[in-house]
T-cell receptor, first 113, second 113 residues
Framework: GENVEQHPSTLSVQEGDSAVIKCTYSDSASNYFPWYKQELGKRPQLIIDIRSNVGEKKDQRIAVTLNKTAKHFSLHITETQPEDSAVYFCAASMGGGADGLTFGKGTHLIIQP | DSGVTQTPKHLITATGQRVTLRCSPRSGDLSVYWYQQSLDQGLQFLIQYYNGEERAKGNILERFSAQQFPDLHSELNLSSLELGDSALYFC????????????FGPGTRLTVL
C-alpha cells in the first residue's frame, strides 16, 4: 500500500519568514495530494491540494509543488503569522472517489514572535 | 464549520464494551470516510462508504464495522473495546464527482478505561 513520509516533524520559524514542509510517497498510482492543518483538539482542515497533472498551485500565502518523477511534494508558507501555528499533514491517494487518504505523521509548525 | 457533524463529542467506556459513533455528511455528499487518530499511529484511514455501499477498506480491525444508511448518515461500531482503541475518530465526506476532496467532522474522542 501507499506510504507517505513527512519532514520535519517540528519546524520553528520567525514570524514573517517562510516555512517549507516536505513529503514523499511510494505508490506511483497516487495522483491526489492534499494538505491539512490541524489545531489542537480540532478537526483537520483542508488548506490546499494538488493533482498529478499540475506541478504547482498557489493560494495567497500558501503554495504546493509536486514532482511526480521524484515522488515528492512540498508545502510552502510565506510571510508566516502566529495563526499559522498548528500541525500540518500531507496526504496522498489514488483519487477517483474510491480511496482513503494515506497521511504523513505531521509537522508541528511553531511561529516565533 | 465543514458541514460534517459527528456525535457524540466524547465517549468514555470500559474494556470489552461496544460503542456506536455517528456521522452526518455535508449536504449532497455521497461518500463517507472514517479515520482514527492516535498519538502512536497518527491519522489512519479505516473505511469508506459511497451511497450506501462499502467502497474502500483501510486498516480497520475485525472488531470494527461500519454502515451507511439510505439518508447517507454513517455509523462506526467498535466492539470488544481495548485500551488501545482510545483515540479520536473522525468522519469525513466528499462529493462523488470530486477528486477525493474530503472535509472532516469535529471528531469523537473515545476513552477506554
Amino acid at each position: 500500500g501507499e506510504n507517505v513520509e513527512q519532514h520535519p516533524s517540528t519546524l520553528s520559524v520567525q514570524e514573517g519568514d517562510s516555512a517549507v514542509i516536505k513529503c514523499t510517497y511510494s505508490d506511483s498510482a497516487s495522483n491526489y495530494f492534499p494538505w491539512y492543518k490541524q489545531e489542537l483538539g480540532k478537526r483537520p482542515q483542508l488548506i490546499i491540494d494538488i493533482r498529478s497533472n499540475v506541478g504547482e498551485k498557489k493560494d495567497q500565502r500558501i503554495a504546493v509543488t509536486l514532482n511526480k518523477t521524484a515522488k515528492h511534494f512540498s508545502l510552502h508558507i510565506t510571510e508566516t503569522q502566529p495563526e499559522d501555528s498548528a500541525v500540518y499533514f500531507c496526504a496522498a491517494s489514488m483519487g477517483g472517489g474510491a480511496d482513503g487518504l494515506t497521511f504523513g505523521k505531521g509537522t508541528h509548525l511553531i511561529i516565533q514572535p | 464549520d465543514s458541514g460534517v457533524t459527528q456525535t457524540p463529542k466524547h465517549l468514555i467506556t470500559a474494556t470489552g464494551q461496544r460503542v456506536t459513533l455517528r456521522c452526518s455528511p455535508r449536504s449532497g455528499d455521497l461518500s463517507v470516510y472514517w479515520y482514527q487518530q492516535s498519538l502512536d499511529q497518527g491519522l489512519q484511514f479505516l473505511i469508506q462508504y459511497y451511497n450506501g455501499e462499502e467502497r474502500a477498506k483501510g486498516n480497520i480491525l475485525e472488531r470494527f464495522s461500519a454502515q451507511q444508511f439510505p439518508d447517507l448518515h454513517s455509523e462506526l461500531n467498535l466492539s470488544s473495546l481495548e485500551l488501545g482503541d482510545s483515540a479520536l475518530y473522525f468522519c469525513a465526506s466528499s462529493a462523488s464527482d470530486r477528486y477525493n476532496e474530503q472535509f472532516f467532522g469535529p471528531g469523537t474522542r473515545l476513552t477506554v478505561l
